[in-house]
Nanobody, 116 residues
Framework: QVQLIESGGGSVQAGGSLNLSCEVA?????????MGWYRQPPGKERDFIAN???????NYAASVKGRFTISLLVNKRTTTLQMNSLKPDDTAVYYC?????????WGQGTQGTVSS
């Protein structure tokens, strides 16, 4: 079992920025192959936002490309999501997702609220 610790959610006005962080809480014995972010707006399903693989390649949903940037820290256990030019439609609970040793794990979620 892998525990993920998320931080960085909050409330901002439209046009503002938030930076989310997700860290693997305990010592790991295998490389993390993929770290990513999903979000679930109120009353909607959870959707993919972005991911990054261990080699540094990134993927983004069309709705966030150019505004959000996913990064993998040097320790290879922490990913960040820099969210700029935020819109009210970006309001959601943001979840970290990690693939480790063939299994997928989820963070507890952090709320991001964007007001108009």
């Amino acid at each position: 079992q892998v525990q993920l610790i998320e931080s960085g959610g909050g409330s901002v006005q439209a046009g503002g920025s938030l930076n989310l962080s997700c860290e693997v809480a305990e010592r790991i014995f295998h490389p993390i192959s993929i770290m990513g972010w999903y979000r679930q707006p109120p009353g909607k399903e959870r959707d993919f936002i972005a991911n990054i693989i261990s080699a540094g390649y990134t993927n983004y949903a069309a709705s966030v490309k150019g505004r959000f940037t996913i990064s993998l820290l040097v320790n290879k256990r922490t990913t960040t999501l820099q969210m700029n030019s935020l819109k009210p439609d970006d309001t959601a609970v943001y979840y970290c997702n990690v693939r480790y040793n063939g299994e997928y794990y989820w963070g507890q979620g952090t709320q991001g609220t964007v007001s108009s």
